[in-house]
């Protein structure tokens, strides 16, 4: 009986191990849009974040990147890795200190080429004190830090 109750159980359980792992790119719980669908591109050349449009729109990394004109899509699809934030969009700050949390689009920062979320204003006060630190920790914690 104890082997028949472990052969239904041990596929539940590792379908829910399985399932335990989070995306690589934070999408929120009812959206599939990375960046919250800001155009990650306009950080970059506009040096702020600007809503993206449906209109213009492709998916890499199992979520959907929206963007404000065929210009910046074009940008993105030619080299997405330079315009995906770091860690997926996470929070950058969590991230370093090991786990996740939503990056809100409004609350970012450039470094060495690179887009950084964090959570919120406090967050993003403490991550912008000590950022190159922060970045060490969380490349050490990435993407390990997703199981």
């Known amino acids: 009986m104890n082997r028949l109750i472990a052969l239904i159980v041990a596929p539940w ?7 335990a792992a989070e ?14 669908g800001y155009d990650t591109v306009s950080y970059f050349e ?6 993206g449009s449906s209109e213009y729109t492709t998916e890499y990394q199992g ?3 929206r963007f404000t004109n065929a210009e910046n899509l074009a940008q993105f699809k ?4 330079r315009f995906v934030p770091a860690y997926g969009g996470y929070c950058a700050w969590a991230v370093s200190q090991g786990y996740l949390a939503k990056g809100d ?4 920062s450039i470094r060495e080429g690179r887009l950084f979320l964090n959570y919120n204003q406090s967050v993003q006060e403490s991550w912008l004190e000590n ?3 922060l970045i060490t920790q969380a490349d050490a914690n990435w993407p390990a830090v997703l199981k």
Do not use: C
């Not at 995306?23 to 919250?36: D, E, F, I, R």
């Open 63 to 65: 979520a959907t990147w």
């Open 105 to 108: 689009p409004k609350h970012w």
């Open 78 to 81: 030619a080299n997405p890795d």
């Open 13 to 19: 359980l590792l379908a829910s191990v399985a399932w």
């Open 46 to 51: 506009q040096g702020e974040p600007t809503e």
């Open 131 to 133: 950022t190159d630190e």
């Open 23 to 36: 995306p690589p790119v934070y999408t929120g719980l009812l959206s599939n849009t990375g960046a919250g």
